[in-house]
């Protein structure tokens, strides 16, 4: 007979009915807000940092949250792009396997206007009216705000998660 089997197997039963959905809720909700918070003052519009949603999905006993944008530029602020990309991109997933380009390109000239590429310190073509033919750039510096926001927080995860156990036991 083994001394505290009763209660053991009690603990385990409880263990196993355990419901994560609320805990990684909170948590990805947390990271969301993290991601959120990293692109707030990298982005001129605000578009990229609104458009940060959280999750959650089921899939039989697995429960997943996933941080994400929709938007399809949000990879090139991410990594970064070109050869400024390449050389400045501290902070991206070490996981993560990128290819930048290893060229500078022109921007169509009617992309934007000449005082948004000037602010951004691209260089200019002019046409012969001396309109923007177009802006060149060498790319932009990786801004990452994903990644980090579950680096940077995975011990708040990890008590969000150990404290929703706790409640449920």
């Known amino acids: 007979m083994i001394v505290g089997y009763k209660k053991l197997e ?6 196993s009915k355990v419901d994560l959905r609320k805990g990684v809720g909170k948590a990805i909700q947390h990271i969301q807000g993290a991601a959120k918070g990293n692109c707030a003052f990298k982005q001129a519009t605000g578009e990229l940092r609104e458009s940060i949603y959280s999750s959650l999905e089921e899939d039989g006993d697995a429960v997943r949250g ?8 949000a990879p090139y602020v991410e990594f970064g792009t070109g050869p400024v990309g390449q050389a400045n991109h501290e902070g991206i997933s070490p996981d993560t396997t990128y290819a930048w380009g290893q060229t500078g390109w022109m921007i169509p000239g009617d ?3 000449r005082e948004k590429a000037e602010r951004y310190g691209l260089g200019v073509v002019e046409g012969k009216d001396e309109k923007p033919k ?3 750039t060498n790319g932009q510096a990786a801004q990452p705000f994903l990644y980090p926001a579950l680096k940077d927080h995975e011990d708040e995860v990890a008590d969000i998660l150990a404290d929703q156990i706790r409640r449920q036991l």
Do not use: H, P, R, V
């Open 10 to 15: 009690s603990k385990l039963d409880k263990i």
């Open 66 to 73: 996933t941080c994400y944008t929709n938007k399809e530029y």
């Open 111 to 113: 992309a934007m206007s």
């Open 134 to 136: 177009g802006y060149l």
